[in-house]
């Protein structure tokens, strides 16, 4: 990652802000050395809260199979 900062920064103007945590409603989680995961679980909680639906239950919709 470091060497991907290095070139961008040799090419653009830009600052380092130090890692990455929330972008455009996308959460960034870094677990590992080489793992980030994304997530929009904030984005979907706004959306749930604006709809007042954020103790509605979870339910598996079910899909044809055989495709």
């Known amino acids: 990652m ?3 900062k290095k070139l961008l920064m040799n090419q653009f103007e830009m600052t380092n802000h130090g890692p990455i945590s929330v972008y455009l409603n996308v959460e960034y ?13 904030g984005y ?4 749930l ?19």
Request: charged share 20%; hydrophobic share 40%.
């Open 2 to 4: 470091a060497l991907t």
């Open 29 to 41: 989680l870094n677990l590992a050395e080489q793992t980030l995961i994304c997530t929009q679980r």
């Open 44 to 47: 979907i909680k706004e959306i």
């Open 49 to 67: 809260h604006s709809f007042n639906m954020l103790n509605c239950k979870p339910i598996s919709t079910p899909m044809e199979h055989d495709l």
